[in-house]
């Protein structure tokens, strides 16, 4: 989850250099600090937009590096949104080592690999009815007589079958079982078509946030709807595998009434008319997690520019949103390369976002959701996510540092720039932000070891980027930056842990700063510890 929430707005405040702020919103919300020694000069970069330039550059879809370890009636499966011939090459790229989540074990199956979604949804406005045909083609991880998926029990499943062979799939609660018939070996697939038809709800979250209401599809007053689903809650709208270990390739085919558009991520492949309807298609070519998965259909204005080397970047937005939206377009370019000057190249073919008037702020891959009430530097956030989180994604919800960590200090690198305190970050971060460690680790937990029932609190937030500045102060400016470029070029479309990271560092550097990297993850208090090693455990 990005920069969106109450408890980043406030760190607006905190970034333009407001003594107190972080300790007094720990203490209000829970807040949490990001700290770090270093004397380093953060990279020069303008976060004022700046026109690009340079020919566009081509990408192919990658394969992911090897992990270290109708509108009102019933749907029925159809060819809609099925994987393409000319991409059947291709869907080995979604192929994932999944693993049981150790947070939320409840949803997501380990036995499950979803190589690719093709889904084919309808949306009744007036109604606010879902139909959809979803067609996953499923590699047994282990040999397996079923498949198990994620899909709410308000959602009805009017028809499965298993390569064409109708099956009967039993329901418990938001699990639904499929018998294949037979016995599938390991790494055997089978494409399961599912249709399905219902009003979506929201499902509670797991945190003490006050600006996350629900997760899953949200329906709008006004007929639209909208999705925020992390860590779960994909399956309040289509069926998956809900855990982010298991990524997977899209196709989407949205139908939505006349006047209205059907959004999500990836390559926007055109909208053609059908019986008064508009349907719009879109192409993932990258593996994506099911909680990035953008959703929302809607009476959306849309608005098409260029970022860096020509990529193409699409905004979508309400009528009545316009001017908001437009001033956060603005800076999207200038974002971008900001990025790009200190992670290197934008890991995605397409950029995007999609702007939503409620409370939101998500890192939905290729097409951010964000609220256009929010700070500009939540923008920044989402942005910075595309590399950390999206491209390299956690195995687990236990790595959730490994998202929000990264793109809360890339938060403060911008902040600190936008305010032309360029040469000062350590000394923000060491006054704003290292105060208020100890108050969210006492609060929310370690950001290696959160309260389940405390998900996104800013505890994995700031910790995290405390770590990385201290990390930043003993390698450098020239060597910190080229390993995190490297750790996302490297590891793009995979999943990646703790153990992987802490590795990948100490390979890179020829050091070991396992002991430093552990301490900031796991201490209930503040760690003395320094990057060598030196200064002890945590703080008394």
């Not at 976060?47 to 090897?66: D, E, I, L, Q, V």
């Not at 008064?276 to 929302?296: E, I, N, R």
């Not at 609220?371 to 999206?390: I, R, Y």
Request: net charge negative; with cysteine.
């Amino acid at each position: 989850m990005g920069t969106i929430r109450v408890r980043r707005a406030a760190t607006a405040t905190l970034a333009i250099g407001t003594a107190g702020t972080l300790l007094a919103l720990a203490a209000a919300c829970s807040a949490s600090g990001t700290v770090g020694k270093a004397a380093a000069t953060a990279p020069t970069a303008s976060p004022t937009p700046t026109a690009s330039s340079g020919a566009p550059r081509t990408f192919a879809p990658s394969s992911p590096s090897a992990p270290d370890a109708s509108s009102t009636g019933q749907s029925t499966p159809s060819s809609g949104g099925s994987l393409p011939a000319e991409s059947a090459a291709d869907i080995a790229a979604g192929k994932s080592h999944v693993v049981a989540d150790d947070v939320y074990p409840q949803y997501g199956d380990p036995a499950t690999d979803v190589l690719h979604y093709g889904l084919d949804l309808r949306w009744d406005p007036v109604g606010t009815q879902l139909s959809g045909t979803a067609t996953l083609t499923i590699r047994a991880a282990a040999p397996t007589d079923r498949f198990v998926l994620d899909l709410a029990a308000d959602m009805a499943s009017d028809a499965v079958k298993v390569d064409g062979t109708a099956v009967t799939a039993a329901r418990d609660g938001d699990r639904m079982t499929i018998p294949l018939g037979r016995q599938l070996a390991a790494d055997a697939t089978a494409t399961v078509t599912i249709g399905y038809h219902g009003i979506p709800h929201v499902v509670k979250p797991p945190t003490t946030r006050g600006d996350i209401k629900g997760l899953g599809a949200q329906v709008t007053p006004t007929g639209g709807v909208w999705a925020q689903q992390e860590p779960y809650g994909a399956f309040t709208w289509f069926p998956c595998n809900d855990q982010p270990s298991d990524k997977a390739l899209y196709d989407v085919t949205i139908t939505a009434p006349d006047g209205w558009a059907g959004v999500t991520g990836g390559t926007f492949e055109g909208r053609t008319e059908q019986g008064g309807s508009g349907v719009y298609k879109w192409h993932q070519p990258d593996p994506v997690a099911t909680y990035l998965v953008a959703f929302s259909i809607d009476q959306f204005q849309q608005e098409s520019g260029t970022g860096p080397h020509g990529l193409p970047i699409t905004y979508w937005f309400l009528p009545g949103d316009t001017e908001a939206a437009h001033r956060l377009i603005a800076q999207v370019p200038g974002m971008i390369t900001f990025l790009e000057q200190r992670f290197g190249p934008y890991p995605f073919p397409t950029a995007g976002v999609l702007f939503r008037p409620e409370m939101v702020g998500m890192e939905t891959q290729t097409m951010i959701t964000l609220s256009t009430h929010l700070p500009m530097d939540d923008l920044l956030h989402e942005f910075a996510h595309q590399w950390f989180g999206d491209a390299v994604t956690p195995s687990t919800w236990s790595g959730l540092w490994l998202n929000e960590g990264f793109a809360m200090y890339a938060q403060f690198m911008w902040d600190v720039a936008a305010q032309g305190q360029n040469g000062n970050l350590d000394d923000f971060m060491n006054s704003h932000v290292l105060p208020a460690d100890g108050t969210l680790r006492s609060a929310d937990g370690p950001p290696g070891h959160f309260k389940p029932t405390h998900f996104a609190s800013s505890n994995v937030y700031y910790c995290p980027a405390l770590m990385l500045n201290g990390l930043r102060d003993a390698l450098g400016d020239k060597v910190f930056y080229q390993v995190l470029n490297d750790w996302v070029h490297q590891r793009r479309g995979s999943n990646q842990d703790r153990a992987a990271f802490v590795a990948f560092v100490n390979s890179a550097t020829g050091k070991d700063y396992s002991a430093y990297i552990n301490a900031w993850l796991d201490s209930p208090t503040t760690p003395t510890i320094k990057p060598d090693g030196s200064g002890g455990g945590p703080a008394a």
